[in-house]
């Protein structure tokens, strides 16, 4: 039998400087709402700037607004519908940020659709294909076209926002899984092809279940107040965006709110 036991990372403790993340810009997807609009808001508060990526332009305003409203640096707003978007949409994001910015520092890969809950012998191919493009499709081309100014930045960190039923598919689930699954490969093999020529790591964190949107569409019939605000996760993804930690790259973590631990999957 192993007597290996599961890394733990404690962030009970963990308080990054106030201006951790000065001069530092970071690319959210699905900063609309939810956890992508919480992520958002949190690291403004240690100063850096955000870009904001969702396809609703007025949700992005108000997280843009909020953002000022408590001195936070001037965030950037850019819309894109990654169901329907064009790689080319996706090279003029990679244009647009070394052109403002010079270097994209970090990257959280938040957007995602939750897809048809259906047997997969009744899965409708449109539905199937949507959430491959959105949870999938979109996390490549982000990944394969913000690849150049990511590694301008001396030390950049990718995060994907991942779920259980990406590690282990459940009944009903499968074009919300599948695609989460591969997304999940997809970072752990691109950790691996940078690992030794590229300044970018690449993890991967699962939040539990939280009170957003997201999941009040997939569990209609659940309390929403049986579980956290999404503000109560966003220390995991402070952590793996502080210049000032020694990140690892290519691992999954689990967040445990109540315990305030990672655990390493």
């Given at each position: 039998m192993s007597n290996t036991t599961t890394p733990i990372i404690p962030l009970a403790d963990y308080s990054a400087d106030p201006a951790a993340l000065k001069d530092k810009t970071i690319l959210v997807t699905g900063a609309g709402d939810g956890l992508g609009k919480s992520i958002a808001s949190a690291l403004a508060k240690y100063g850096a700037t955000i870009i904001l990526l969702s396809k609703t332009v007025k949700k992005l305003e108000a997280v843009y607004d909020?953002?000022?409203?408590?001195g936070g640096p001037q965030p950037a707003i850019f819309p894109m519908d990654l169901e329907k978007a064009e790689e080319s949409d996706y090279q003029q994001l990679a244009v647009a940020i070394h052109d403002n910015f010079g270097q994209l520092d970090g990257l959280i890969l938040n957007a995602v659709t939750i897809g048809q809950h259906s047997p997969i012998v009744n899965t409708d191919l449109e539905q199937w294909s949507r959430s491959l493009q959105i949870n999938l499709t979109a996390n490549f081309l982000l990944l394969k076209h913000c690849s150049g100014v990511l590694n301008k930045?001396?030390?950049?960190?990718?995060?994907?926002?991942?779920?259980?039923?990406?590690?282990?598919?459940?009944?009903?689930?499968?074009?919300?899984?599948t695609s989460k699954?591969?997304?999940?490969?997809?970072?752990?093999?691109?950790?691996?092809?940078?690992?030794?020529?590229?300044?970018?790591?690449?993890?991967?964190?699962?939040?539990?279940?939280?009170?957003?949107?997201?999941?009040?569409?997939?569990?209609?019939?659940?309390?929403?107040?049986?579980?956290?605000?999404?503000?109560?996760?966003?220390?995991?993804?402070?952590?793996?965006?502080?210049?000032?930690?020694n990140w690892p790259s290519g691992k999954h973590f689990s967040w445990d709110i109540a315990a305030q631990t990672l655990s390493e999957n």
């Open positions: 909020g953002i000022e409203q408590v930045a001396a030390k950049a960190s990718v995060i994907y926002v991942s779920d259980a039923v990406a590690r282990h598919g459940k009944a009903y689930w499968g074009t919300y899984s699954a591969a997304s999940l490969n997809l970072i752990q093999t691109l950790a691996d092809e940078w690992e030794s020529n590229t300044n970018i790591q690449l993890n991967s964190i699962d939040p539990g279940p939280l009170q957003t949107g997201l999941r009040r569409q997939a569990f209609p019939g659940e309390d929403p107040r049986s579980n956290p605000e999404p503000d109560s996760a966003t220390k995991p993804f402070l952590y793996f965006m502080d210049p000032g930690i």
